[in-house]
């Protein structure tokens, strides 16, 4: 059954450092999405992406945050200059197309800035 | 903010009916009812939705109010493996957007 993967699965790094998590969506879907979650806390939406470009973000997703498709697999998180509230669960996930029901969800990456 | 009211924790026996309700009292016409799980710290999964209608599938029942404004999640046989935090989200079908937004859920917790 095809999956969602994401590496790391853990990733640890100094305040101020930039980090880039990478997912890489189901094959034949065409909309990518991460979600956070921090430690206790509601899984939050932060970004969707389609067509190459951003189509909704939420107030977390600031200047420090960007994504990417750098080619047809990978779909990329980078964080510029990480903070210690950044520390947190993120997830990716992909849609089929904007018809469908079901959001495939990654495993996750656990991010520690320390 | 999420639009749904869910208890924050459950109880279930192993091998009974898990029915886990929630509340979404000012949904809207085009917006369909759906139902995730968190197992742990994994990925959420995805396990059923629904507009008005009932809904069955593999892995669970929903049940749905003629007024729509709460519905039922339920695992006939729930096992172990099923103890989980469950969320119930309102969104609009369809659009570029999707993006889910989640509630503190239901702890569900199946005891042997």
């Known amino acids: 059954e095809p999956e969602v993967t994401q590496t790391p699965s853990h990733q640890v790094t100094q305040m101020g450092q930039e980090v880039i998590l990478r997912c890489v969506p189901i094959?034949?879907?065409?909309?990518f999405y991460w979600y956070r979650q921090i430690l206790g806390q509601k899984v939050e939406f932060l970004v969707s992406?389609?067509?190459?470009?951003?189509?909704?973000k939420s107030e977390i997703f600031d200047d420090q945050f960007s994504v990417e498709r750098p080619d047809g697999s990978n779909f990329t998180l980078k964080i510029r200059s990480t903070k210690l509230e950044d520390s947190a669960m993120y997830f990716c996930?992909?849609?089929?197309?904007?018809?469908?029901?079901?959001?495939?969800f990654g495993p996750g990456t656990r991010l520690t800035v320390l | 903010d999420a639009k749904t009211t869910q208890p924050t924790s459950m109880d279930c026996a192993e091998g009974r009916a898990a029915n886990l309700p929630c509340n979404h009292s000012?949904?809207?016409?085009?917006?369909?009812v759906y139902w995730y799980r968190q197992i742990h710290s994994q990925g959420p999964q995805y396990i059923i939705h629904?507009?008005?209608n009932n809904e069955t599938n593999e892995m669970a029942s929903l049940i749905i109010t003629e007024d729509r404004k709460s519905s039922t999640l339920i695992l006939p046989h729930a096992t172990l493996r099923d103890t989980a935090v469950y969320y119930c989200?309102?969104?609009?079908?369809?659009?570029?957007?999707?993006?889910?937004?989640f509630g503190k859920g239901t702890k569900l917790s199946v005891k042997p």
């Open positions: 000012t949904i809207s016409g085009n917006e369909y």
């Open positions: 094959s034949n879907h065409l909309y």
């Open positions: 992406f389609y067509n190459n470009e951003i189509s909704e």
């Open positions: 629904g507009l008005k």
């Open positions: 996930a992909s849609i089929i197309s904007d018809s469908y029901n079901e959001q495939f």
């Open positions: 989200i309102v969104r609009a079908y369809g659009g570029s957007q999707g993006n889910l937004i």
